[in-house]
């Protein structure tokens, strides 16, 4: 008799830190919750409530240091499954970078907080001579832009046709205004690029912090769903930012009851599978 194998369910995205005032000065006081220290001694008590059996950490602080430091987290808590890093992709000699980093098979991709550049950045040739060089070593790249920045992303990602990317919390949508154009044309033709992905993350921190429901979220998720489907989706918590406005377990719920009428096999897309071909997770140890 064979025995059925349960499929990993993966965070795609959460970050550990070490925080301080002059590294994360963008969190305003309204996140004042999270001004603290957040490492894998309190997240792993939250993914056994939620069922979750492994994370990707992503970076969130744009240094070497941190990367190094994500990679040794990673190296001693096996449920931390990769990490997605921050590199000097415009350094002439990010190759070399490259090559010391991607040494560690942990590290699965590269990300940039493009929301805190102008939108020129994406055209830069240093920084696309950087991105070029990420499918050697088969890393990914995470795309974090706020919504009006989508039409630059597009151009961007339509120059590295052959590169994995995944968007970060859906681009960051006016959710609190409940504002739905022209995020949702943008999205809509984003996604017509069959190398691009999509987190479902990052949500309840573009709404009302104290008063967002469900139904705020409901049109951007369904909006989510129908451009990318099932198959280019992935589940992240975007903890511990997420805590700012809502508990990690509570999270995991609300996108369960969100993707609750797909397919078991859908759900199972969603909340691992995607996440495990994306970023090319090791599922041996679970």
């Known amino acids: 008799m064979s025995i059925e194998t349960k499929p990993m369910r993966v965070d795609a995205h959460q970050h550990f830190w070490q925080y301080t005032r002059e590294e994360f000065g963008w969190i305003n006081d309204s996140m004042a919750a999270i001004r603290r220290d957040f490492l894998p001694a309190d997240l792993l008590p939250l993914l056994d409530e939620a069922g979750i059996d492994a994370t990707v950490a992503v970076q969130a602080c744009q240094s070497l240091a941190e990367t190094e430091w994500l990679l ?40 940039h907080v493009l929301q805190g550049e102008p939108d020129e950045y994406m055209a830069r040739d240093d920084f696309n001579s950087g991105i070029a060089l990420l499918q050697r070593y088969s890393l990914t790249y995470d795309v974090l832009i706020f919504e009006r920045q989508l039409p630059a ?31 949702r044309t943008h999205i809509r033709e984003l996604a017509r690029r069959p190398h691009v992905s999509c987190k479902l993350s990052g949500m309840v921190t573009e709404a009302d ?47 369960k009851d969100f993707v609750s009428e797909l397919s078991r096999n859908e759900q199972e897309m969603i909340f691992g599978r995607n996440a495990v071909r994306f970023y090319r997770l090791d599922e041996s140890s679970y």
């Open 72 to 111: 040794e987290l990673a190296d001693k808590e096996p449920r931390i499954a990769g990490v997605v890093g921050w590199v000097p992709l415009i350094d002439p000699n990010v190759e070399r970078t490259l090559d010391t980093l991607s040494a560690n098979p942990k590290l699965k991709g590269v990300r």
């Open 153 to 183: 992303a597009i151009r961007f990602v339509d120059k590295h046709p052959e590169q994995p990317m995944v968007l970060d919390h859906i681009a960051k949508p006016l959710i609190a205004v409940r504002e739905l154009e022209p995020w």
């Open 209 to 255: 912090f104290d008063e967002w429901t469900v139904d705020d979220l409901r049109p951007y998720v369904e909006t989510a769903l129908e451009a990318f489907g099932p198959e280019r989706l992935l589940f992240g918590s975007d903890w511990p930012v997420c805590a700012a406005a809502c508990g990690y377990v509570r999270w995991a719920n609300v996108v």
